[in-house]
């Protein structure tokens, strides 16, 4: 991946993270689940060692979007969900709930008969992540978190 390489030489490993986690949301956003699973990974290998497991949980969801599994799919958002609420507050955790909340959201096409639950799910992540990014003051999280494209249901 030719973004990767260019962040981990900036020596900012926070930075590195950031870049390597949009890079990811734009490849999921393409439909491109191979990198955009890579680049989540490679986000998740610079965030602080206590957290790097409960996010690479999280990333492993867009490969069962693949062969249509999709019940495992949400069973594992929920899971990584549940890890979440142990974490402390960052921007790796703010970002892992947008993510879940997303994720969600592509499970509603799949899954018509949990609309109710999936949307509430996806709710419940962003709304976790506009508390997380006001406590830490994170005010570009905080509108990513805000303006998050919603599906009606």
Known sequence: MRLSRRAKPLGDQDLSARILNTLGNLFAAQGNHEEALQAYRESASFAPARAAPRLRLLSTVLRIFQPGDYGEAR???????????GLED???????????????????????????????????????????????GDLRTLSYALRVPRRPL
């Open 90 to 136: 960052s921007y790796y955790k703010a970002h892992a709930l947008i993510n879940a909340g997303l994720l969600c959201g592509d499970l509603l096409t799949h899954l018509p008969d949990q609309t109710a639950p999936l949307a509430a799910l996806a709710s419940d992540a962003f709304a976790q992540a506009v508390q997380v990014s006001q406590r830490i």
């Open 75 to 85: 069973s594992r958002i929920e899971k990584a969900l549940t890890l979440l609420q």
